[in-house]
T-cell receptor
Framework: AQSVTQPDIHITVSEGASLELRCNYS??????LFWYVQSPGQGLQLLLK??????LVQGIKGFEAEFKRSQSSFNLRKPSVHWSDAAEYFC??????????????FGQGTILTVHP | DGGITQSPKYLFRKEGQNVTLSCEQN?????MYWYRQDPGQGLRLIYY???????QKGDIAEGYSVSREKKESFPLTVTSAQKNPTAFYLC????????????FGPGTRLLVL
């Protein structure tokens, strides 16, 4: 069964500091990996996704993530955090079609607080 | 504008009452999903549908029911059998061929009176 672990429930950074949110996954085949962001009381917005190819993927709002197969990780990074980045971030893993078509498994989320 | 709409934004349920949450998409997506979100628990899959007139149970289907009579609509009914319905409910959709990329609606918050 696939699973996702986000080890950090809550992270606090200062505005302008760098950010790394951790994500570890378990999946028996080639994974599709996603990062979503959620503002309070809102739906989820896709930040970036990895399917294949270059293991460093760029997303919206200046975020990037690196797929490391050997570590089963897909960590999200941003070089300089803005106050508007404060939100909850979810990592998700999906399958490569077939009966698992479209099904994603989400991590428990990491809440990001940004101090001025 | 293409997108996913959910209504209402807030919904109140009385004891023993069934309530229905609406989810509509005009993206021509094939598959639709319902998730329940509780603080600290991420998103848990309730039901999903990959094609009209067909749907599958997710991880926490007990106390919920769905229908998929039209491609663009996937309503969720929270029945009286769901003893702890207070949560934030999210609808999502995806299209085959886009590697399971799911797009989400704005959510409905269900509260029990």
């Amino acid at each position: 069964a696939q699973s996702v672990t986000q080890p950090d429930i809550h992270i606090t950074v200062s505005e302008g500091a760098s950010l790394e949110l951790r994500c570890n996954y378990s999946y028996g085949a080639t994974p599709y990996l996603f990062w979503y962001v959620q503002s309070p009381g809102q739906g989820l917005q896709l930040l970036l996704k990895y399917f294949s190819g270059d293991t460093l993927v760029q997303g919206i709002k200046g975020f990037e993530a690196e797929f490391k197969r050997s570590q089963s990780s897909f960590n999200l990074r941003k070089p300089s955090v803005h106050w508007s980045d404060a939100a909850e971030y979810f990592c998700a893993v999906g399958g490569a079609g077939g009966t698992s078509y479209g099904k994603l498994t989400f991590g428990q989320g990491t809440i990001l607080t940004v101090h001025p | 504008d293409g997108g996913i709409t959910q209504s209402p934004k807030y919904l109140f349920r009385k004891e023993g009452q069934n309530v229905t949450l609406s989810c509509e998409q005009n993206l021509n997506h094939d598959a639709m999903y319902w998730y329940r979100q509780d603080p600290g628990q991420g998103l848990r899959l309730i039901y999903y549908s990959q094609i009209v007139n067909d749907f599958q149970k997710g991880d926490i289907a007990e106390g919920y029911s769905v229908s998929r009579e039209k491609k663009e609509s996937f309503p969720l009914t929270v029945t009286s059998a769901q003893k702890n319905p207070t949560a934030f409910y999210l609808c999502a959709s995806t299209v085959r061929g886009e590697q399971e990329t799911q797009y989400f609606g704005p959510g409905t918050r269900l509260l029990v009176l």
